[in-house]
């Protein structure tokens, strides 16, 4: 079954890592922004996690850094700086601060009342992107709400709904290639965490896939 994007006026694209706004949603956004639909990102953590043992990228400058390829990522999309708000949580650690996301995502529905939510799956491998789609569940509000599993990649589901990304796979792996701090580009921490080649692959297919949630 295909996306119906009828009638979203306004989206909240909730995102547990930088990067993972492009890699679930990236195609959604684009069509919604071509629409005329507002879209405003959030991203909960800080994503300083990713190469602990990096002297060359120590924390404060990799949590920097993946702002700006989200920023230069989500501009490409026509999603402004101004329209991204990071919250800055501890990466690997949303499970311990529940309360801390629950409040800060209460604040942003409230504030923004979009008409579609965007969010991470429950039942994502990844504990932070359990731990944001936990947070969500808490919080009535009457939009609409889609989401979107990272990893693992491609995983399937028997009620996914699908978006056709614009400008297919090639589109989506270059705004995936923004994150570059994710791509293999710090060299000096060969614990550090990278997106496999095969990772890229499926992360950029062409088509997004989504599951709605009962509001």
């Known amino acids: 079954m295909r996306l119906a994007l009828g009638g979203i006026r306004s989206a909240l694209i909730v995102a547990p890592h930088p990067d993972d706004e492009i890699i679930g949603g990236a195609g ?3 069509a ?9 990102v959030v991203i909960v953590s800080d994503g300083g996690a990713s190469h602990p043992g ?3 990228w120590p924390r404060a400058r990799l949590v920097a850094e993946r ?13 402004p700086a101004d329209a991204v708000t990071f919250v800055g949580l501890p990466d690997g650690a949303l499970a311990a601060q529940g309360e801390a996301c629950r409040r800060t995502l209460r604040r942003l529905v409230a504030q923004t009342e979009p008409t ?4 991470p799956a429950a ?6 992107h359990r731990a944001v789609a936990a947070a969500l ?28 990304v614009a400008r297919g796979a090639a589109a989506k792996r270059s705004l995936i290639r923004a994150h570059r701090t994710q791509l293999g580009a710090i060299r000096d ?6 997106i496999a080649r095969h990772e890229l692959a499926a992360f950029a297919h062409p088509l997004e896939r989504f599951v709605a949630q009962q509001r």
């Open 137 to 164: 569940r808490e919080i009535r509000t009457p939009a609409r709400r889609l989401d979107y599993q990272v990893w693992p990649p491609r995983g399937r589901h028997p009620r996914a709904i699908t978006l056709v």
């Open 54 to 56: 990096s002297t060359a």
């Open 67 to 79: 702002r700006r390829e989200s920023r230069r990522a989500l501009l490409r999309l026509a999603v």
């Open 116 to 119: 579609l939510i965007v969010a």
């Open 28 to 30: 959604l956004i684009a």
């Open 32 to 40: 919604l922004r071509l629409r005329g639909a507002t879209v405003r």
């Open 189 to 194: 921490d060969p614990a550090g965490f990278a």
């Open 123 to 128: 039942s994502d491998a990844h504990p932070d």
